[in-house]
């Protein structure tokens, strides 16, 4: 199956500053790679997401980049703000697996 | 449209005990899946279903079961509750067979088991 691992755990960063986190994945069959972002206390949820199709994706002060031939994805957000502070979470899925497999997670705090 | 909802947000177990967390989705995805959250080991698998009347194992199925009599609804049962099993439980849902789109998480279940 599936094995996805991330890194760092924890991040702390300056406000302002840029954060990056990092992800390996092993199906060389997945096509699918999300990135969940999680409030204390609160659910998952999605902040972007790419295909194998595609290198670089970006939305506003995040982005996401994706070597296919490396297996490995990474989160970057610029201009980080206090509200950036939670646990993120990234997936592989789409490939032999028949469901999302999760890396274990980067507690991020953004210091003021 | 509610989303994914779960019930109950918190419950307390004596060791031995079963019971149903609730899991339910009015998106019509056809793809639902159970994951326990424990800390610094991010989202495991439980069990999944790519559709009514079938399921399947995750990473960690042992102790718990799992049905899917309709699209919306997917419990997951404890049947003899451990302390190993305290936990936050999150149930998931995706359109067409979740292989390559977002799932949508239910708001979580905090289990405690003494």
């Known amino acids: 199956g599936e094995n996805v691992e991330q890194h760092p755990s924890t991040l702390s960063v300056q406000e302002g500053d840029s954060a990056v986190i990092k992800c390996t994945y092993s199906?060389?069959?997945?096509?699918?790679f999300p990135w969940y972002k999680q409030e204390l206390g609160k659910r998952p949820q999605l902040i972007i997401d790419?295909?194998?199709?595609?290198g670089e994706k970006k939305d506003q002060r995040i982005a996401v980049t994706l070597n296919k031939t490396a297996k490995h994805f990474s989160l970057h957000i610029t201009e980080t703000q206090p509200e950036d502070s939670a646990v993120y979470f990234c997936a592989a899925g789409g490939g032999t697996a028949r469901q999302l497999t999760f890396g274990s997670g980067t507690q991020l705090t953004v210091l003021p | 449209n509610a989303g994914v909802t779960q019930t109950p947000k918190f419950q307390v177990l004596k060791t031995g005990q079963s019971m149903t967390l609730q899991c339910a989705q009015d998106?019509?995805?056809?793809?639902m899946s159970w994951y326990r959250q424990d800390p610094g080991m991010g989202l495991r698998l439980i069990h999944y279903s790519v559709g009514a009347g079938i399921t399947d194992q995750g990473e960690v199925p042992n102790g718990y079961n799992v049905s899917r009599s309709t699209t919306e609804d997917f419990p997951l049962r404890l049947l003899s509750a451990a302390p190993s099993q305290t936990s936050v439980y999150f149930c998931?849902?995706?359109?067409?067979?979740?292989?390559?789109?977002?799932?949508?998480f239910g708001q979580g279940t905090r289990l405690t088991v003494v």
């Open positions: 790419i295909r194998s199709n595609v």
């Open positions: 998931a849902s995706s359109p067409g067979q979740g292989l390559g789109t977002e799932a949508f």
């Open positions: 998106m019509n995805h056809e793809y």
């Open positions: 199906d060389s069959a997945s096509n699918y």
